[in-house]
């Protein structure tokens, strides 16, 4: 069984700064790419970061420059670090991670998602 769980979301002013993480648990082989999605409401769930395993990068326009993602291998755990929010970054973050496992297939988790609000 494998777990994602984030973590770090919540309330503040726009300009300010938030770190979200993402830990992952379970019996694991690899984890490949982990990724960063969020979902304003009334609007589709969009792509926000990614890193692979080797630690190559890409983000979304909206957030080059502001948002910087990350992972420690041994802890199995992503960060997304947010700089100057702006109100229209609130929505609800969801981690993602494609993850290997013993038997060879690789499957694509969610978490549960993490609120953040960002006020004017």
């Known amino acids: 069984q494998v777990q994602l769980v984030e973590s770090g979301g919540g309330l503040v002013q726009a300009g300010g700064s938030l770190r979200l993480s993402c830990a992952a648990s379970g019996s694991i082989f690899s984890i490949n790419a982990m990724n960063w999605y969020r979902q304003a409401p009334g609007k589709q769930r969009e792509m926000v970061a990614t890193i692979t395993s080797g630690g190559s990068t890409n983000y979304a326009d909206f957030v080059k420059g502001r948002f910087t993602i990350s992972r420690d291998n041994a802890k199995n755990t992503a960060y997304l670090q947010m700089n100057s929010l702006k109100p229209e970054d609130t929505g609800v973050y969801y981690c993602?991670?494609?993850?290997?496992?013993?038997?060879?297939?690789?499957?694509?988790?969610w978490g549960q998602g993490t609120q953040v609000t960002v006020s004017s």
């Open positions: 993602n991670a494609e993850i290997r496992l013993v038997s060879r297939a690789i499957i694509s988790y």
